[in-house]
């Protein structure tokens, strides 16, 4: 499956974005996605997943009450909306996908996803 992540660019702090990353299989809905983010000079981070089977998400304690993940399986899109963005946030973002099912755990690490899309820039300036 290929990813297209896409919606980044350049917010003021407070200010919040929507990022959408779009499949280009059909079955998308037997997927688990998520968002990791990667900061200059720094690993690459899990911010927010949603599970397959089933729908529950999860967060990073960093983006918890301020991103919300969802996913369109009609439209084969995973959705990040970033509200209160901060300096901070300011990462290249990525999505990722995978169709095995895994513990949560192991739902937050990226070596768990086959498929990456290439990342869409996030700077929140202050």
């Known amino acids: 499956v290929q990813l297209q992540a896409s919606g980044g660019g350049l917010v003021q702090a407070g200010g919040s974005l929507s990022l959408s990353c779009t499949a280009s299989?059909?079955?998308?809905?037997?997927?688990?996605v998520a968002w990791f983010r990667q900061a200059p000079g720094k690993e690459r981070e899990f911010v927010a997943l949603?599970?397959?089977?089933?729908?529950?998400?999860n967060y990073a304690d960093s983006v918890k009450g301020r991103f919300t993940i969802s996913k369109d399986n009609a439209k084969n899109t995973v959705f990040l909306r970033m509200n209160s963005l901060k300096p901070e946030d300011t990462a290249v973002y990525y999505c990722?996908?995978?169709?095995?099912?895994?513990?949560?755990?192991?739902?937050?690490?990226?070596?768990?996803?086959?498929?990456w899309g290439e990342g869409t820039q996030v700077t929140v300036s202050s």
């Open positions: 949603i599970r397959w089977p089933g729908a529950t998400t």
């Open positions: 299989e059909r079955t998308f809905s037997n997927y688990g």
């Open positions: 990722a996908a995978h169709a095995r099912r895994v513990a949560l755990g192991s739902s937050r690490s990226p070596h768990t996803y086959d498929y």
